[in-house]
């Protein structure tokens, strides 16, 4: 398993019988990315391989949007399983797929391709794996909780938002630093939240500002707090909600998971409140790939173990 912090390219598959690349076990799974070397996925799906005793491993590929295809040929041909993507080349993904599921569709976005009877199908566990931490993580169905969602604009926000659309949450706030981005999205899942009134009143789904008075105004009728945006990871970064905002009944998702412990977890649990980070989300999201790549229940303690370990080992 030496091979996990390597990056391989187009030119590298059109070589991999050769000499070094031959691998061992073979690859049979990958993650797309540009960039992709600090991707952990390999860290999680290899031990995951090897624990249910399949033959095969799981590598990182750079590449770029324009050689997309190309580079699923590539891999389809050399016999690989399937592949993850990442941003930015979700929405690549999608346009290469014969075919996509119901949540990829409504996401607009595909990370997890696969290639069955010679077809490419596309499925997107972003979502669902986000459903499975918060069960995880607090003991609560996300379905039953009144969420705002941070950086619900676009990429990690947006799919966040679908995805508690879906599921039906009790309320829906959106808060993004460009309102409109926000709004445009309100008018895509009102219909999914509209509450059944002689008016149709759909008093579910919110839109605020992301200001002091507009967070304020919502924040007391919501219990799940998630930050989609990638605010946190530097400490220079403004503070998302101020601290006398925050009140013990809160749970706080930070998608961010390095570092562990951002100034908004850190606020959150000086008030009692409860918080987690996005490494689980990373880890749901990854056993759900498994899933459908292997049609068996994925071994997600040695995954998490796998994750953890990665992750101590860049810390030291």
Known sequence: MNNQNIAYDLEDLAKWHEGSSILTPPATLSVFGDPVKHSLSPHMH?????????????????????????????????GFKGTNCTIPLKFAALNACDHIDSTAKRMGAVNTISFENGKVIGSNSDGPGLVRAIREEFSIDIRDLRVMILGAGGGAGRAVAIQCAMEKVERLVLVN?????????????????????????????????????????????????????????????????????????????????????????????????????????????????????FNQEAPVEVMRKGLKDAIELESN
């Open 46 to 78: 290899n031990p995951a391989l090897h624990n249910c005793g399949i033959d095969g491993q799981y590598v990182k590929i750079r590449v770029p949007e324009v050689k997309f295809k190309e580079t699923l040929s590539a891999i389809y041909n050399l």
């Open 177 to 293: 630093r460009t309102k409109e981005k926000a709004e445009k999205l309100s008018h895509e899942l009102s219909s999914d939240l509209m509450d059944e009134s002689i008016h149709k009143d759909s008093s579910r789904l919110k839109v605020t500002e992301w200001s002091e008075e507009g967070l304020e105004s919502e924040i007391s009728d919501i219990d799940l707090i998630i930050n989609a945006s990638s605010l946190g990871m530097k400490n220079s970064d403004p503070e998302l909600v101020s601290q006398n905002l925050l009140k013990p009944h809160h749970l706080i998702y930070d998608m961010i998971y390095s570092p562990s412990k951002t100034r908004l977890s850190r606020n959150a649990k000086s008030v009692g409140a409860r918080t987690a980070n996005g490494l689980s989300m990373l880890l749901h999201q990854g056993a759900i790939s498994f899933e459908t790549w």
